[in-house]
């Protein structure tokens, strides 16, 4: 396959990775710090009765049970962790992007450059390690679909499957109605035969 269009869909798929994990450790931040101030302020102006804030305080000890096991959820999944990779991986697969689609622009526009040959080589061997490494982020179907749709979307090129090229990020909810390759919309027969057949190959 075309490197550089991989290497830009692979970017897509590690920056939304890297937004979601951002989202989800402010939201642990801010309801870890918003729980207990709000109950420390409502006891230290007395606003509620005696009963009211016992029950109150019974809803905000469910509260920090939940915010608890989620922390918990969030220390073993090491969202930190996730957040710093997905974010140098963003970074490193747009600048090998930026690099190989030079560099096939230029093999499109003979003659090559002095050093072309060595410059190419060594862009391989770089894109080759990043692939390795994205591999073991555990990068599922789902994702490598939205991946793959965003290049086509960019590059305005077509879909190796259903020969189409996307007009916008949007597929279809149901699995047997999006294409294979890019998630796009099947036609109907192409459709109900996937859904007789039972194959699901997509999240």
């Not at 007789?196 to 190959?201: A, F, T």
Request: hydrophobic share 40%.
């Amino acid at each position: 396959g075309d490197r550089a269009v991989e290497a830009y869909g692979t970017a897509v798929v590690f920056q939304k990775r890297a937004s979601r994990y951002r989202r989800l450790i402010a939201s642990l931040n801010f309801v870890g710090l918003a729980i207990p101030l709000t109950i420390g302020g409502i006891a230290l102006a007395n606003l509620l009765a005696k009963q009211w804030f016992e029950r109150m305080g019974y809803f905000a000890g469910v509260l920090v049970a939940i915010q608890g096991v989620v922390f918990l959820w969030s220390v073993i999944a090491n969202w930190p962790e996730s957040l710093d990779y997905s974010a140098g991986a963003s970074a490193e697969n747009i600048e090998l992007y930026m690099r190989l689609k030079t560099l096939r622009a230029q093999i499109m526009s003979p003659p090559l450059p002095p050093g072309f040959d060595a410059a190419y080589a060594s862009l391989i061997v770089r894109d080759d390690d990043q692939i390795k490494q994205d591999f073991r982020r555990d990068v599922g179907e789902s994702e490598k679909i939205y991946g793959y749709r965003a290049a086509l979307l960019y590059f305005q090129e077509k879909c190796f499957v259903c020969k189409k090229s996307p007009e916008s990020m949007n597929m279809p909810w149901l699995w047997w109605k999006r294409c294979q390759g890019c998630g796009g919309p099947v036609d109907e027969f192409e459709g109900s035969k996937r859904q007789k057949s039972g194959h699901n190959g997509h999240a």
